[in-house]
């Protein structure tokens, strides 16, 4: 059988293209396109032009995981009728093994036609990650279960943020478990109603007490209040100048906290609407006690079909969830690492899923007892295949 192998390089304005025969010659002239839908033309008819000149059977075609730059060009090659015939094989690597192989090529300079040329030699040489072919059904759930994940993120990461600018201005709230929840309505109201922690300290107790009851439901108001109070004595106190422009900031977070999550019932909201084209497998995974309509949806997405995967280890792999060997003359390690090099968005959904039903077991180090990991993930791997 011929072979034709297709290294590209991608970046955000163009995409350069190197390809190699089955011996390794050039079996075209390396070109440079621009990354738009008439540089994947020019790709395909240079492809075909091989393919036709070489009697090819079987195309493999390679390129870098570069952000989503080459997100179009892949998808677009997978479908491209013209190709089907040649049974095209797409593959994404990590940069890290085209890195690793570029070293056993030689001392090469580094540019992005070397880069294009090792993804062609690396395709050619072979070893390559397991190829699965291209569900576009899965795309749209995709991107919703991605932004829903990047909006929980940013949530995080401002709620840390506003933590830090509530303990310079509140020392003591911080410290004390005053309210359950220093992010909700009452906290904001706080903030809104009393421009400095003096204010607070002089406020009556029946009057805080009751300022408490009007903005949230409490066991035990005035006993809220006393702890308020005894918060506010703890705390340190700072320039008027600094206070006001902490209110500013602190205000403008719990702001950005509203939206976001004003933003992640809605993209909720809108997974719940693209899962239900898959709902035998929704039903199926949110069978499994732990995993609810936000993970089944992330691990229906990125899994893409698991008729693609052969296996449970293949799933396993493909997420980034196994664990390497160590072993050397009579000696073999039973505590090794986690090797976390997969599909990220996967392996998030996975552990959670996992953590949730009880099946998994993490340490601190991301290492697991050698009688645990044959059971990783086992009732979910029931369930899917």
């Not at 190699?20 to 002239?29: K, M, P, R, T």
């Not at 570069?66 to 690597?93: C, E, R």
């Not at 906290?257 to 039903?283: R, W």
Request: charged share 20%; net charge neutral; hydrophobic share 40%.
């Amino acid at each position: 059988m011929n072979k034709l192998f297709v290294g590209m390089d991608v970046s955000l304005n163009d995409v350069k293209v190197h390809i190699l025969d089955q011996e390794g010659n050039d079996a075209s002239s390396r070109f440079s396109v621009e990354n738009n839908p008439h540089g994947c033309d020019v790709i395909v008819s240079r492809i075909l032009e091989c393919c036709n000149k070489y009697n090819i059977q079987k195309v493999f075609i390679g390129l870098e995981s570069t952000s989503v730059y080459g997100w179009h060009l892949q998808y677009y090659l997978a479908d491209h009728s013209a190709l089907k015939p040649y049974q095209p094989s797409i593959t994404t690597f990590n940069a890290n093994i085209i890195n690793a192989f570029k070293k056993s090529l030689g001392n090469l300079p580094k540019n992005d036609w070397i880069d294009a040329f090792a993804i062609a030699e690396k395709l050619r040489f072979g070893r390559l990650p397991k190829s699965c072919s291209v569900d576009f059904r899965y795309l749209a759930l995709q991107r919703l279960t991605r932004h829903r994940f990047h909006i929980v993120n940013s949530i995080v990461r401002e709620k840390n943020y506003l933590l830090s600018n509530l303990f310079l201005k509140f020392s003591g709230l911080c410290q004390n478990k005053v309210f359950s929840n220093n992010f909700g309505a009452t906290a904001t109201e706080i903030f809104n109603e009393f421009f400095t922690l003096d204010d607070i300290a002089a406020r009556p107790l029946d009057e805080l007490a009751g300022f408490l009851v009007s903005k949230d439901c409490f066991d035990d108001p005035e006993a809220t209040a006393k702890l308020l109070q005894e918060a506010v004595r703890k705390s340190y106190r700072i320039n008027a100048t600094v206070d006001d422009s902490l209110n500013f900031v602190i205000k403008s977070c719990f702001d950005n906290l509203q939206s976001l999550e004003k933003q992640k019932k809605a993209v909720e909201k809108a997974i719940i609407n693209e899962v239900k084209g898959f709902n035998n497998e929704f039903l199926c995974l949110t069978s499994v006690k732990g995993i609810g309509p936000t993970i089944a949806a992330g691990l229906i997405s990125e899994i893409g079909g698991i008729s693609r995967f052969d296996n449970d280890n293949a799933l396993a792999k493909f997420s980034g969830l196994y664990w390497s060997e160590y072993q050397s003359a009579d000696f073999k390690a039973e505590d090794t690492y986690l090797k976390r090099t997969g599909n990220e968005y996967l392996r998030y959904y996975f552990i959670q899923a996992a953590l949730s039903s009880g099946s998994i077991y993490l340490s601190s180090h991301n290492t697991m007892p050698a009688n645990l990991k044959k059971a990783k993930l086992t009732s979910i791997n029931v369930l899917l295949y």
